[in-house]
């Protein structure tokens, strides 16, 4: 951290040090803290999943993206089933470009390993698409087997894409739903038991093993990862000169599955599920230690109504569409029990919340505060306390799933390409001022 002034100019930091230029507008920061503008690095706005679409759109999601500081988010295509994902992409496109708020870039999700999706990796990253998402959940919908898994990977590894990979063994947790149903076990906690920390742990392991056959030019990136052991698996491949990263959400690092019991258990239905506390202790661990690489919130907003599936009372837990808001809540997290407990260093939150997922996604000009690079700043009061209500968050519904904590490190002021976007929670752009940001694969 550095006391210095900050010149912005053409939407771009122009110079850093002691600067007595005159400027259109002068903002005094004395006893704040600047940062880059986040890059969320994983995003599901207007994602139609499980039967619904969820209630963040384009405008809601980025909305809810500036008032957290994050000044791009990178969202994923989803092609409908047998849709080319290149239509998927130009759907995409449509959907962003007239209501963003923020920046924003892309993954594309590949629903299948046929011919038509390997063909549209290239001219998919000749668009700008660089990281395609692969599952190894959720069987007749998004599940690839382990052929396709690996045919996959290979194709994008060969034009020098990320594989993305959503690592759960969606065959045992299809297995656990039935028999833990069967026992009448319906309640929301009982999603964690269908999904317990094993079955994350074997499809990394898989993965990852997959992936080493293919070579040291895959670039494999865990997405969500929630234990430890999944980061300890990927580091050990890294040791090997693997490329492999881990990526994790904030809200694996606050809550354990006991949140699945409360009242709003449904609400922390997400997949994989909340942990215990011996994985939260062990993730900020590795985060300390620089082992996982990007944070990003999984941003995947359901009402009330539709999380209950516009039922009085709550629906067997695997019917409850999985999904957190996250996105308008990293920075405070990460600022509250990260850096102000002593957990991580301002440097290493930079890191994973900006810095990291710029290189990994090819953001050229993001992620730094250096001359040359676009004007996205965050600014936080450090000591200002806030209590969190869904009142002053932006997404579209009526909770929070972090209402009532009191954190700090909510910004004051949000700056895009030099423009404030966001002062004290107003957001002051409009739909469609934001732009598409291509990822570039490094030479
Ligand atoms: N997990 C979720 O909780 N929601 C969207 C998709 C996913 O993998
Ligand atoms: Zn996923
Ligand atoms: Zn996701």
Not at 89 to 118: F, M, N, Q
Not at 254 to 261: C, G, M
């Amino acid at each position: 951290m550095v006391k210095k002034d900050l010149y912005i100019r053409d939407g771009k930091v122009s110079k850093i040090g002691d600067i007595n230029e005159k400027a259109d507008e002068v903002i005094d920061a004395s006893g704040k803290l600047i940062l880059p503008g986040l890059i969320d690095g994983h995003t599901h706005m207007d994602f139609p999943f499980m039967s619904e679409v969820t209630a963040d759109d384009f405008y809601y999601g980025t909305m809810a993206a500036l008032g957290g500081g994050v000044t791009t988010i990178v969202d994923f295509i989803t092609p409908s089933k047998g849709e080319n994902p290149l239509d998927a992409y130009e759907r995409w496109r449509k959907k962003a470009d007239p209501k963003v708020v923020s920046d924003y870039s892309l993954h594309c999700i590949l629903r299948s390993g046929d011919k038509t999706s390997l063909d549209a990796v290239k001219p998919l990253i000749d668009r700008g698409v660089i990281s395609f998402k692969l599952f190894m959940a959720y069987k007749n919908e998004l599940l690839l087997d382990d052929e396709s898994l690996y045919d996959a990977i290979k194709e994008i590894a060969r034009h020098g894409g990320v594989t993305a990979i959503h690592a759960e063994n969606g065959a045992i947790v299809d297995k656990r739903t039935e028999e833990l149903l069967a026992d009448g076990k319906i309640d929301p906690v009982y999603h964690y038991f269908s999904r317990p920390e094993i079955v994350e742990i074997e499809a990394a392991n898989r993965i990852a093993a997959i992936a080493s056959m293919i070579g040291r030019d895959v670039t494999l990136y865990m997405v969500h990862t929630s234990t430890y052991e999944s980061v300890d698996i990927f580091r050990e491949y890294r040791k090997k000169g693997y490329k492999f990263y881990n990526e994790t959400t904030p809200n694996y690092l606050t809550y354990d599955y006991s949140v699945l019991e409360g009242e709003y258990g449904y609400r922390y239905i997400m997949s994989p599920p909340f942990r215990t506390q011996a994985e939260i202790d062990g993730l900020w661990s590795r985060l300390a230690m620089d082992e996982i690489y990007v944070m990003g919130s999984d941003h995947c907003v359901y009402s009330d109504e539709q999380k209950k599936r516009y039922m009085d009372k709550v629906p067997p837990f695997n019917e409850v569409p999985n999904g957190t808001p996250g996105t308008e809540t990293i920075l405070p997290l990460l600022f509250t029990n990260g850096y102000m407990k002593g957990k991580i260093s301002m440097e290493q939150l930079v890191s994973v919340s900006s810095t990291n997922p710029a290189k990994l996604f090819g953001l050229k000009n993001k992620g730094n505060l250096l001359p040359g690079y676009d004007a996205d700043i965050v600014i936080i009061d450090p000591k200002k306390e806030f209590t969190v209500s869904y009142k002053m968050l932006h997404s579209n519904i009526k909770y929070s799933i972090f209402e009532g904590e009191k954190l700090y490190g909510f910004p004051e002021i949000t700056i895009l390409k030099g423009k404030k976007v966001m002062e004290n929670g107003r957001i002051l752009a409009s739909a469609g001022s934001g732009k598409y940001v291509p990822g570039e694969i490094s030479k």
